[in-house]
């Protein structure tokens, strides 16, 4: 599966404690995940995304387009982190996570990625 890295409806925000269905830069600042001590908190506050299913070891993943503020030294790999832990969660066992990058580049991404 490909996917463009961006994980936000306004009509489908669900919060269970400190899971959520979604990372805006806004939430991240909100949550305190935006200071040296981010990956603290986050795994003392029980941070990331709430699992849709389990058992999804047979998918493998791609997300193309991760895009973290830049006025945050700490949301790359925030970001990483949460996906990282919601694929887990699920089984998914073959991911990468890609930030932006330049179009004309995406197409080695995904076709490296397949070949793996």
Do not use: C
């Not at 996917?3 to 269905?21: A, C, L, P, R, V």
Request: aromatic share 12%; proline share 4%.
């Amino acid at each position: 599966m490909l996917t463009d890295g961006y994980i936000y409806h306004k009509d489908t925000k669900f919060k269970e404690d400190n899971k959520s269905t979604y990372i805006t830069p806004q939430t991240i600042r909100a949550n305190g995940l935006n200071t040296s001590k981010w990956e603290e908190k986050f795994n003392d506050d029980n941070y990331g995304f709430i699992p849709a299913t389990q058992g999804l070891d047979n998918l493998e993943v791609l997300v193309l387009g991760i895009n973290p503020d830049s006025k945050n030294p700490y949301e790359e790999d925030v970001i990483r982190k949460y996906w990282s832990e919601w694929f887990d969660a699920m089984g998914v066992e073959k991911y990468e996570i890609k930030t932006a990058g330049l179009p004309a580049n995406m197409d080695k991404v995904i076709k490296d990625f397949i070949l793996k």
